[in-house]
């Protein structure tokens, strides 16, 4: 039996987690590699390609910026970290941190889950946590809350259009983000 110490509650007070449902007209395995395969994360969201050592726990990826990004100038690396679980293609578990922003990077590693569901009609219910405890501006972020300062629309514009790829074959904006 395990007991809740007072730093424990505290904690659990102040979680910061993000939760992000959407209902994809695609298979399960179609939905996992589009993200996971860098042929596939290129072409949605802010673009640029993920790579993971190996997909497996412990392993570490990167997710590279997109050539637009690094024509303004952005680091060759948007976001690091490492996988922490892997349930192929029902779960992924992996910390990430976004390293193209000294500061959204001082605020270190979060939590990112991705579970997949199949649902009737060849459908997928893709749920995105992002647990963003410790990370108040990541936080603003990646709810779309910087989008009019023109720091894109976060987890609502990447999942909207990771959706319309996989459903239509065209994205939403050609990587970037809303304009």
């Not at 997928?124 to 936080?139: C, E, F, N």
């Not at 790829?165 to 970037?176: D, T």
């Amino acid at each position: 039996m395990s007991t809740m110490t007072d730093t424990d509650a505290q904690t659990a007070a102040t979680r910061t987690t993000q939760v992000y449902r959407v209902y994809i007209k695609a298979e399960p395995e179609r939905v996992w590699a589009a993200i996971t395969s860098p042929e596939w994360t290129d072409r949605y969201g802010y673009g640029g390609r993920i790579e993971f050592d190996r997909l497996e726990a412990g392993s570490p990826y990167r997710h590279y910026t997109s050539e637009a990004m690094r024509a303004m100038n952005a680091p060759d690396v948007a976001i690091d970290g490492e996988v922490v679980e892997v349930d192929e293609p029902r779960k992924l578990v992996m910390t990430w941190r976004m390293a193209m922003d000294d500061g959204l990077a001082a605020e270190g590693f979060t939590t990112l889950t991705y579970e997949l569901e199949p649902r009737p009609g060849g459908l997928t219910r893709l749920t995105v946590v992002h647990d963003l405890t410790g990370a108040p501006r990541l936080q603003l972020l990646l709810s779309g809350g910087m989008e009019d300062e023109g720091a894109g629309g976060g987890w609502a514009w990447v999942l909207s259009d990771l959706k319309s790829l996989l459903e239509s074959g065209s994205s939403l904006g050609g990587g970037g983000g809303p304009q």
